[in-house]
């Protein structure tokens, strides 16, 4: 592959500061911040110019995960657009903070016995036809993610990528997995859409959705890479770990080194 610039999930309970500093000493490209908990977009917006000097100082990037938990394919039309205008805020903040990449997911939370796919599906739409171009008004790639819990997950993703043509991917390997795909089948699927994925979410796992680092579970990274390196990609790509253990990360960040190095 042309370049793969790597960088983590910062834990939640890791200090911002402190964290950056560690994270060019250990090589890392760039963090990958969610906007949640203690970095909920109200709790830093007003640090934003203090953490883009430090990303800064550092000589680190930043791509921005919006939060999850809002739900974006709300079938109640008060709630969608209210998690509308708390994206775009956090699009807001992913500008002042420098980034070039926002990261959220294309879901639906409904109720399934009160609501039918085709309606969960269409709500999502709704809240997709704005969100995906304005990440692009301000200047930033909006690159949808593949999950589990909805109707896009990585098995009906090209009909997203068809839809929203100025809208790039997150592909998560972990996602994919628990969605049925196998890793010669994520090969495939990297070689295939390679234009479209921006960025890569790198999550093993054991048993569910676990967020571990690279080589700590079971999946065959080795046969996914080559996809990616056959297609000649070029992107970012984060270990989205659920720990704050940083020895931990970056034994996952050698890993992944050793994997593009044989």
């Keep these: 592959m042309r370049s793969l610039r790597l960088g983590f999930t910062l834990g939640l309970e890791l200090p911002f500061e402190q964290t950056v500093e560690w994270a060019t000493e250990e090589g890392f490209d760039f963090v990958e911040i969610l906007l949640d908990g203690p970095y909920a977009r109200e709790r830093v917006e007003n640090r934003s110019e203090s953490m883009r000097t430090s990303l800064s100082d550092a000589g680190l990037d930043i791509v921005v995960h919006l939060p999850f938990v809002p739900d974006p394919g709300s079938p109640f039309t008060p709630v969608r657009n209210g998690v509308i205008a708390e994206f775009r805020a956090g699009m807001e903040l992913a500008v002042d903070l420098g980034a070039e990449k926002v990261v959220f997911h294309p879901s639906s939370d409904a109720w399934k016995l009160g609501w039918s796919e085709s309606e969960c599906q269409a709500?999502?739409?709704?809240?997709?036809?704005?969100?995906?171009?304005?990440?692009?008004?301000?200047?930033?790639?909006?690159?949808?993610?593949?999950?589990?819990?909805?109707?896009?997950?990585?098995?009906?993703?090209?009909?997203l990528l068809d839809r929203y043509p100025n809208a790039s991917m997150t592909f998560d390997t972990s996602h994919a997995l628990l969605a049925g795909m196998e890793e010669p089948a994520m090969a495939q699927f990297c070689r295939e859409y390679a234009d479209r994925i921006d960025h890569l979410h790198l999550v093993d796992t054991r048993d569910g959705d676990e967020h571990l680092p690279v080589g700590m579970g079971h999946i065959d990274f080795a046969t996914v890479f080559e996809g990616i390196a056959a297609a000649d990609w070029s992107g970012t790509a984060t270990l989205e770990v659920g720990t704050n253990d940083l020895d931990t990360i970056a034994l996952g960040k050698r890993h992944v080194a050793k994997l593009l190095a044989d």
């Design 123 to 159: 709500f999502v739409h709704e809240s997709l036809d704005e969100l995906v171009p304005a990440a692009s008004d301000r200047g930033l790639t909006p690159c949808l993610e593949n999950i589990v819990s909805s109707y896009y997950d990585i098995t009906t993703f090209p009909e």
